[in-house]
């Protein structure tokens, strides 16, 4: 979002507070933000409020003393990114799907060429009034982006949909919408994310240290690609990536048969996951009992990776090597074995790259011996330049 040109428009609901809290996470990060209100909007929160929180003079009427001849609404129209109405109430989305203009919001919405994210909010009944339904439909089919209402509590005092979600999942859903692509559209991609767990008995596991965070960034990616996106994961603490469809599984060979499960209807797989080349042979049935010195015994699980390599047809194949020397000797030994179209490869001995970490520098070694090296750079930024690769992979 850094440097995207926002316009939050802000109608008269309950829900209005917390749309202090979203333009505040909007401009975290990076988006530079201004509010427009409704007249009904500044009976719950001041414009004064959404002033101190954008940075910018927050405007209300069409007829207000023009501050900066820049906010005149077609301007602001037209400096627009893209408009977010949160939250949006039966009245404005009536209005707009109406072609009706009559304050500041209203007209803005009807001058810009910016994409238009509504975020509805109101009683459950208003809501599913057929003629806001008819609406709502109406603004889709002109290509309006409207985000799904939550259930729960509202502040009428009764229970059902039409909560303003939290600002959290509407900064996700509008960072989602307003990027998603279509490179990937018709392809089904499969990513694995996440450490295996290889029971000793009912509540212990061997384990290790991947956060599953650069396997989760793929998969929202993927999603944001236009894929359809099948997360295969162990249990992490992250949450599943919007439009992304995820199966949890522990030990490698639950994820092999999750794997394998959807492998010959895929286009391709993605395995991000950390995955224990070895489990016990035989775990025991109830919590061992603390002893003196004992030996596990081991025994090699199945390779995912090389076993899919094998039995491939026109799927792509994507490993990822986390080395500490000799990478790219190693990772071009493991393109060739695995039968990859390319190997993420990182040097988890480098700082800022590797498990637990929001950054990773790795290096795409392909099965044609071609290395693309990126600079240190978030997992976010990574996923996308994988999936960029990927969809840039010949058919
Ligand atoms: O050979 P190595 O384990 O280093 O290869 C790493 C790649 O192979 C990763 O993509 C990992 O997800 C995958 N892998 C697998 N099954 C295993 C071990 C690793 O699919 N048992």
Not at 66 to 92: K, M, R
Request: glycine residues 6%.
């Amino acid at each position: 979002m850094k440097g995207m040109h926002v316009i939050v428009g802000v109608t008269g609901g309950i829900a209005a507070y917390k749309a202090v809290d979203f333009v505040s996470r909007l401009r975290k990060q990076g988006a530079e933000v201004q509010v427009v209100m409704t007249e009904h909007a500044t009976k719950f929160v001041t414009p004064l409020t959404f002033g101190e929180i954008s940075g910018h003079p927050v405007s209300v009427s069409m007829f207000q003393e023009v501050i900066n001849w820049d906010v005149e609404h077609i301007a602001l129209a037209t400096w627009a990114d893209a408009y977010i109405i949160v939250p949006a109430t039966a009245n404005i989305i009536g209005k707009i799907a109406n072609g009706i203009a009559d304050d500041m919001l209203s007209t803005q919405v009807m001058a810009t060429k910016a994409p238009v994210f509504i975020c509805p909010a109101m009683n459950t009944n208003m809501y599913e009034n057929p003629i806001t339904q008819r609406n709502l439909q109406t603004l889709r089919d002109y290509g309006y982006h409207i985000m799904e209402p939550d259930s729960g509590h509202l502040a009428c005092g009764t229970s059902g949909k039409g909560r303003l979600p939290d600002p959290a999942a509407i900064i996700d859903w509008f960072d989602f919408t307003y990027h998603k692509s279509q490179e990937l559209a018709g392809q089904t991609v499969v990513v694995t994310a996440g450490g295996t767990q290889e029971a000793i008995d009912p509540v212990r596991y061997i384990g290790n240290r991947s956060s599953g965070k650069m396997g989760y960034a793929l998969a929202a990616a993927a999603a944001r690609h236009g894929a359809h996106t099948i997360l295969i994961t162990t249990p992490t603490q992250l949450a599943i990536p919007m439009g992304v469809q995820a199966v949890t599984v522990h030990s490698a060979k639950e994820m092999k048969q999750a794997v394998d499960e959807v492998f010959d209807d895929c286009q391709a797989l993605i395995m991000a996951a950390a995955v224990a080349d070895y489990r016990v042979r035989n775990q025991a049935p109830q919590k061992l009992k603390k002893q003196e010195d004992f030996t596990l015994d081991l025994v090699k699980n199945p390779d995912i990776l090389k076993e899919a390599g094998q039995r491939k047809q026109k799927q792509k194949l994507i490993g990822f090597a986390a080395e500490t020397e000799h990478l790219i000797e190693n990772a071009r030994k493991k393109v060739d074995s695995k039968h990859l179209d390319f190997l993420v490869a990182n040097d988890v001995s480098q700082q800022g790259s590797g498990f637990n970490v929001d950054t990773n520098q790795v290096s795409l070694v392909y099965a044609d011996g071609t290395i693309k090296e990126f600079p240190l750079l978030s997992k976010k930024e990574v996923a996308e330049r994988i999936i960029i690769a990927l969809s840039e992979l010949k058919k």
